[in-house]
């Protein structure tokens, strides 16, 4: 099937259920990028740093997001493919075709987080800018984000060797991007939604109304702020496993099955 259209509702049931029935084996896979999120965010706060950008956050996030680029590569290879670490082929045609495979994938990743932030941090910077250029160039980002929500997946397609620019050919017109949007936050609101009571468990009083960001942190008792830095990992990494299965099937609608020609 070709197109931009696949059911969200057959997607998220899809992936949840894959999420299920594979639960043991993504979270020991998860432990890793977990960790990292979780000792790069306590860096930061230790540090006493109050504010910071989202090109800083970037810089500083760059380990973890790379280690969950590696996460949904496995992932996304053990959903589309049946490959499952570490029982692999041991041809070293395949592993060599697997490890270019990583790299991509990873490397799609990080660049697709770069131009995320970076598009943030100039939208937010040009907030209180009154310059017409400015506004205009602005805008121009926006648009141009809202078309490139249609890259989240790319790196779930270079994991599997399916070539993108035959993915953006398929998927012409903005539709792809909206239904991929709405595709995540729809996977994530029960996640989001739980993350938002447990932190009013964890806060206290007057304290659960607050934005909970760097500086807040700051303000809060350290055993407080540690568990909150816990829960937000524990959160993030949540749903990048569930939009991973999620994205997967959506692509399996859209596209077919993104079968390698070697799959152990």
């Given at each position: 099937?070709?197109?931009?259209?696949?059911?969200?509702?057959?997607?998220?049931?899809?992936?949840?259920?894959?999420?299920g029935r594979e639960w043991a084996y993504?979270?020991?896979?998860?432990?890793?990028?977990?960790?990292?999120?979780?000792?790069?965010?306590?860096?930061?706060?230790?540090?006493?740093?109050?504010?910071?950008?989202?090109?800083?956050?970037?810089l500083y996030s760059l380990p973890s997001i790379a280690l969950s680029g590696w996460l949904m590569f496995v992932q996304a290879r053990l959903l589309l493919t049946g490959?499952?670490?570490?029982?692999?082929?041991?041809?070293?045609?395949?592993?060599?075709?697997?490890?270019?495979a990583l790299s991509a994938s990873v490397?799609?990743?990080?660049?697709?987080?770069?131009?995320r932030a970076t598009i943030i941090s100039y939208l937010v910077w040009s907030l209180?800018?009154?310059t017409p250029l400015v506004k205009f160039a602005a805008l121009v980002l926006l648009g141009g984000g809202i078309w490139g929500v249609r890259f989240w997946v790319a790196n779930i397609l270079a994991g599997v060797g399916y070539p993108i620019r035959?993915?953006?050919?398929?998927v012409n017109g903005i539709g792809i991007s909206l239904r991929l949007a709405g595709?995540?936050?729809?996977?994530?609101?029960?996640?989001?939604?739980?993350?938002?009571?447990?932190t009013s468990m964890i806060l206290a009083?007057?304290?659960?109304?607050?934005?909970?960001?760097?500086?807040?942190?700051?303000?809060?008792?350290?055993?407080?702020?540690?568990?909150?830095?816990?829960?937000?990992?524990?959160?993030?990494?949540?749903?990048?496993v569930l939009s991973t299965a999620t994205f997967c099937y959506a692509l399996k609608e859209v596209l077919g099955r993104p079968q390698q020609e070697r799959v152990a």
């Open positions: 099937m070709s197109g931009s259209k696949f059911s969200i509702q057959a997607a998220i049931k899809s992936g949840y259920l894959f999420v993504l979270a020991r896979l998860a432990l890793l990028p977990f960790g990292v999120d979780l000792i790069t965010d306590l860096v930061i706060y230790f540090q006493k740093v109050d504010t910071i950008t989202f090109l800083e956050d970037f490959e499952r670490p570490p029982h692999l082929s041991s041809d070293p045609e395949f592993l060599h075709e697997r490890r270019r490397l799609v990743w990080i660049l697709f987080n770069m131009a209180d800018k009154d035959r993915y953006i050919f398929q595709l995540y936050i729809l996977t994530c609101l029960p996640i989001w939604v739980l993350e938002q009571g447990l009083g007057e304290q659960k109304d607050m934005m909970i960001d760097m500086k807040t942190l700051l303000h809060l008792p350290q055993n407080t702020a540690i568990a909150l830095l816990t829960l937000l990992s524990v959160t993030d990494i949540i749903t990048c």
